[in-house]
Protein backbone atom coordinates (compact mmCIF):
# COMPACT_ATOMS: atom_id res chain seq x y z
CA UNK A 1 0.00 0.00 0.00
CA UNK A 2 1.63 3.42 -1.22
CA UNK A 3 2.02 5.64 2.16
CA UNK A 4 3.50 8.47 0.45
CA UNK A 5 4.67 9.58 -3.10
CA UNK A 6 6.21 12.71 -3.57
CA UNK A 7 8.91 14.49 -6.34
CA UNK A 8 11.08 16.62 -4.03
CA UNK A 9 12.38 19.48 -6.02
CA UNK A 10 15.81 20.61 -4.76
CA UNK A 11 19.54 19.27 -6.05
CA UNK A 12 20.39 16.17 -3.94
CA UNK A 13 23.28 16.69 -1.40
CA UNK A 14 24.75 13.99 -0.01
CA UNK A 15 24.93 13.92 4.09
CA UNK A 16 28.31 15.60 5.02
CA UNK A 17 30.76 14.36 7.68
CA UNK A 18 30.12 16.12 10.93
CA UNK A 19 32.35 18.98 11.83
CA UNK A 20 34.43 18.88 15.21
CA UNK A 21 35.40 21.80 17.05
CA UNK A 22 37.29 22.55 20.62
CA UNK A 23 36.28 24.41 23.18
CA UNK A 24 39.18 24.39 26.06
CA UNK A 25 39.21 20.70 27.04
CA UNK A 26 35.72 20.32 25.69
CA UNK A 27 35.31 18.76 21.85
CA UNK A 28 31.89 18.93 20.28
CA UNK A 29 30.12 18.31 16.92
CA UNK A 30 28.00 20.03 14.07
CA UNK A 31 26.55 19.31 10.89
CA UNK A 32 27.70 21.39 8.29
CA UNK A 33 25.58 24.24 7.26
CA UNK A 34 24.95 23.21 3.35
CA UNK A 35 23.42 19.65 4.87
CA UNK A 36 21.82 21.17 7.27
CA UNK A 37 19.96 24.04 4.84
CA UNK A 38 19.31 20.77 2.62
CA UNK A 39 17.51 19.20 5.15
CA UNK A 40 15.30 21.76 6.10
CA UNK A 41 14.52 22.76 3.10
CA UNK A 42 13.03 18.86 2.20
CA UNK A 43 11.54 18.98 6.02
CA UNK A 44 9.90 22.18 5.15
CA UNK A 45 8.32 20.85 1.33
CA UNK A 46 7.02 17.50 2.97
CA UNK A 47 5.51 18.79 5.91
CA UNK A 48 3.39 21.04 3.50
CA UNK A 49 2.70 18.21 1.68
CA UNK A 50 1.47 15.70 4.62
CA UNK A 51 -0.48 18.85 6.30
CA UNK A 52 -2.16 19.59 2.51
CA UNK A 53 -3.02 16.00 1.90
CA UNK A 54 -3.77 15.08 5.74
CA UNK A 55 -1.09 12.40 6.46
CA UNK A 56 0.24 11.34 9.68
CA UNK A 57 3.15 10.23 10.53
CA UNK A 58 3.56 6.41 9.57
CA UNK A 59 4.15 3.92 12.41
CA UNK A 60 5.08 0.06 11.79
CA UNK A 61 7.37 -1.28 8.77
CA UNK A 62 7.97 0.68 5.43
CA UNK A 63 9.54 0.46 2.37
CA UNK A 64 11.10 3.30 0.69
CA UNK A 65 12.23 4.07 -2.69
CA UNK A 66 14.82 7.15 -3.61
CA UNK A 67 15.40 8.44 -7.11
CA UNK A 68 18.00 11.08 -6.97
CA UNK A 69 18.26 13.35 -10.47
CA UNK A 70 21.20 15.44 -11.17
CA UNK A 71 21.68 18.05 -13.48
CA UNK A 72 23.49 16.87 -16.23
CA UNK A 73 26.62 18.69 -17.38
CA UNK A 74 27.08 20.52 -20.38
CA UNK A 75 30.62 19.19 -20.94
CA UNK A 76 28.58 15.48 -22.03
CA UNK A 77 29.43 14.62 -25.25
CA UNK A 78 26.24 13.16 -27.34
CA UNK A 79 27.55 9.30 -26.30
CA UNK A 80 27.70 10.77 -22.45
CA UNK A 81 24.28 11.79 -22.97
CA UNK A 82 22.94 8.41 -23.86
CA UNK A 83 23.89 7.34 -20.32
CA UNK A 84 21.06 7.81 -17.59
CA UNK A 85 22.62 6.79 -14.62
CA UNK A 86 25.31 8.83 -12.35
CA UNK A 87 28.93 7.51 -11.68
CA UNK A 88 30.53 9.93 -10.02
CA UNK A 89 30.27 11.11 -6.44
CA UNK A 90 28.15 11.62 -4.05
CA UNK A 91 28.01 8.10 -2.82
CA UNK A 92 24.38 6.96 -2.96
CA UNK A 93 24.21 5.78 0.22
CA UNK A 94 25.56 9.67 1.76
CA UNK A 95 22.35 10.81 -0.57
CA UNK A 96 20.27 8.11 1.64
CA UNK A 97 21.76 9.32 4.93
CA UNK A 98 20.57 12.94 4.36
CA UNK A 99 17.07 12.14 2.76
CA UNK A 100 16.55 9.89 6.08
CA UNK A 101 17.70 12.71 8.39
CA UNK A 102 15.30 15.55 6.65
CA UNK A 103 12.24 12.75 7.10
CA UNK A 104 12.81 11.38 10.35
CA UNK A 105 10.37 12.28 12.59
CA UNK A 106 7.88 13.58 10.22
CA UNK A 107 6.98 11.19 7.70
CA UNK A 108 8.38 8.39 10.19
CA UNK A 109 8.93 8.31 13.56
CA UNK A 110 12.68 6.93 13.11
CA UNK A 111 14.90 5.45 10.27
CA UNK A 112 14.74 2.47 11.78
CA UNK A 113 11.30 1.68 10.74
CA UNK A 114 12.64 1.62 6.79
CA UNK A 115 12.95 -2.51 6.17
CA UNK A 116 13.66 -2.33 2.30
CA UNK A 117 15.46 0.52 0.29
CA UNK A 118 15.98 0.94 -3.63
CA UNK A 119 17.99 4.12 -4.18
CA UNK A 120 19.07 5.26 -7.64
CA UNK A 121 21.35 8.11 -8.80
CA UNK A 122 20.37 9.40 -12.60
CA UNK A 123 20.92 12.13 -14.81
CA UNK A 124 17.95 14.65 -15.41
CA UNK A 125 16.37 14.00 -19.18
CA UNK A 126 16.33 17.25 -20.94
CA UNK A 127 12.83 18.13 -20.36
CA UNK A 128 12.62 16.79 -15.84
CA UNK A 129 14.46 18.98 -13.02
CA UNK A 130 16.78 17.87 -10.81
CA UNK A 131 15.35 16.03 -7.30
CA UNK A 132 15.00 13.33 -5.16
CA UNK A 133 11.48 10.88 -5.97
CA UNK A 134 10.29 10.02 -2.93
CA UNK A 135 7.88 6.96 -3.15
CA UNK A 136 7.47 5.18 0.41
CA UNK A 137 4.77 2.08 1.20
CA UNK A 138 3.59 0.45 4.48
CA UNK A 139 4.73 -2.73 5.13
CA UNK A 140 2.47 -5.60 6.88
Known sequence: MIYLELFIPVIPIAKGRPKFFRRGNFVGTYTPTR?????????????????????????????????????????????????MHHTVAPDVDNLCKSAFDALNGIVFADDKQICMLA????????TQRPGVMLRLEKLK
Not at 119 to 126: F, G, L, T
Open 35 to 83: TRSYEAEIKDIIERHMLQNNIKTAIGPLSMSLVFYFPRPKSHTKKMRMC
Open 119 to 126: AAKRYCQD
